[in-house]
């Protein structure tokens, strides 16, 4: 069982909005703003796509967005697009020891 | 562009070893920590270890502390992780992972990932 929980899958048509949630606790999302998310196509390397919660690396889409509410962060895709179709990884630091934990990953399906 | 190619990965029995490489390109190798990353089937990613970018700090998760070393040739542009005591928990696809900052101190992201080598432990 992963640290981090994501739902399992997702869905969407082209053209609207979806968020993928990411649950933690007050030791890792709820402690930092070092969340960041991570897309990754069948067989492909994973993409950062968001860090320090809702910043964009250079060449992200601006239809990719995150926040963060208490122990929840969130990714949003608006505008969906069938390449947004892969899968979505949610990362959050957890303090000195821990460094780092992931969530278990949703699958994005774009109907 | 940058590129990130593991290898080494393989069918191994319980309490065998066996060593990861990643050759990098496209950036200046030493000025970048780097990590391995796994993910078991079924399940999410998992943080291994990290090293600094000179090699001299070296991080590594509860789960493979004490079996597994990570280190780095930077005249070859190599990351390696020589993975000892092999577990069937261990089996996974192992990811080199490229860290934002020299040191993965104060630098918890990735920005560049390898495609990965699958490690299974099995008899």
């Known amino acids: 069982q992963s640290a981090l929980t994501q739902p399992a899958s997702v869905s969407g048509s082209p053209g609207q909005s979806i968020t993928i949630s990411c649950t933690g606790t007050s030791s890792d999302v709820g402690s930092y703003n070092l969340v960041s998310w991570y897309q990754r196509h069948p067989g492909k390397a994973p993409k950062l796509m968001i860090y320090?919660?809702?910043k964009r690396p250079s060449g992200v889409s601006n239809r990719f967005s995150g926040s963060k509410s208490g122990n929840r962060a969130s990714l949003t895709i608006s505008g969906l697009q069938a390449e947004d179709e892969a899968d979505y990884f949610c990362c959050s630091y957890a303090g000195s020891t821990t460094f780092v934990v992931f969530g278990g990953g949703t699958k994005l399906t774009v109907l | 562009e940058v590129q990130l190619l593991e290898s080494g990965g393989g069918l191994v029995q319980p309490g065998g070893s066996l060593r990861l490489s990643c050759a990098a390109s496209g950036f200046t190798f030493n000025s970048y920590a780097m990590s391995w990353v796994r993910q078991a089937p079924g399940k999410g990613l998992e943080w291994v270890s990290s090293v600094s970018g000179s090699g001299d700090r070296t991080y590594y998760a509860d789960s493979v502390k004490g079996r597994f070393t990570i280190s780095r040739d930077n005249s070859k542009k190599t990351l390696y992780l020589q993975m000892t005591s092999l577990r069937a928990d261990d089996t996974a696809v192992y990811y080199c992972a490229k860290v934002t900052g020299l040191d993965w101190y104060g630098n918890y992201y990735f920005d560049y990932w390898g495609q990965g080598t699958l490690v299974t432990v099995s008899s």
């Open positions: 320090d919660v809702s």
